[in-house]
């Protein structure tokens, strides 16, 4: 089997904020090889506030290691995100977040140059925030613990194909008895494709990312957290 060969730069390009289509669309790229991804929420989500636009960009950053990985690129490029926070963000997200991919592929990522230059876009922290928790839901045991245990004004967030709900997310978010904000999200066709092009393929922070896209959920509803459990 031919070993990938990493990339030089992995960018991160713009994010763009659709409030009507409440819709975000991250953009990136490897070397020259450009990735689109989009993420699409309910209705009951409001992305027109500055807060909750602010915050997407926590999205952007961790959802960008789905396409970092296809090139393991030894520089990573905020572009206009650079900071040192952001940085930060990403360079753990990459060494710790991307550690099983790491191993599987025999990949060294302590290497890798996150660059910090440049000043970040200020985000607006002015929100009303006193509404119940929002609390990612997938079914399992650690989700129905946090549900049962949840205030009444609480809600559960699912992220899952638009197109196809699951019946061991459906039943027993219905007998929680608590609203469904749902999210939903498209992966760039070209990714999805990794080994057809030769690319390295394995597993990433998916916790992560539901966890920024819920936070951005839970601002735009005013809500006060993110609840998660995890075996305890």
Known sequence: MTVPVRARVFTYGDYEVDAGARRLTCHYRSDDVEFIEVAS???????SGTAASGVAILYHLVAGLSYYKAGAARVVDLGEWASAPNGALVARAIR???GE?????????????????????????????????????????DSI???????????????GPAEQRFDAIERP???????????????????????KHGWFDGHVPVTAMVSA????????????????????
């Open 173 to 195: 978010a219905v007998l929680t008895g608590l609203p469904v904000v749902r999210c939903s999200r498209r992966l760039d066709d070209k990714i999805i494709a990794s080994r």
């Open 41 to 47: 929420f309910d209705e009951t989500v409001d992305l």
């Open 145 to 159: 613990v946090t549900a049962a245990d949840a205030p009444d004004d609480a809600a559960l967030f699912v992220v």
């Open 96 to 98: 710790d977040g991307l």
């Open 213 to 232: 896209l819920a936070v951005v959920a839970a601002i735009s509803q005013g809500r006060n957290a993110v609840v998660m459990s995890n075996e305890r």
């Open 101 to 141: 991919f790491a191993y599987r592929n025999d990949l060294d990522l302590a290497d890798v140059e996150v660059g910090d230059e440049a000043a970040a876009r200020p985000i607006s922290a002015g929100h009303v925030l006193d509404r119940g928790p929002l609390i990612p839901f997938g079914g399992g045991i």
